[in-house]
């Protein structure tokens, strides 16, 4: 369970509290889905995964 912070992430509001589970397979990702990730130069972050081309398994993770 993680606290998260700023407004970005709506319609989740700020200081709400998002339970993740372990996604052990990068194939796992779907598409439009917000994550818990740890990143090495942000720390712990929530966001959404897009990845516009279904084929590739490349994702960018970003405000929405």
């Known amino acids: 369970m993680f606290q998260i912070s700023g407004d970005s992430m709506m319609p989740i509001p700020d200081k709400s509290w998002v339970i993740g589970e372990y996604v052990e397979n990068f194939y796992d990702i779907k598409d439009g ?6 990143t090495q ?5 929530f966001k959404v995964a897009y990845n516009p081309d279904s084929e590739e398994k490349e ?3 970003k405000i929405t």
């Open 41 to 45: 130069e942000d720390g712990v972050v």
């Open 33 to 38: 889905n917000a994550y818990v990730l740890l």
């Open 59 to 61: 994702f960018t993770f």
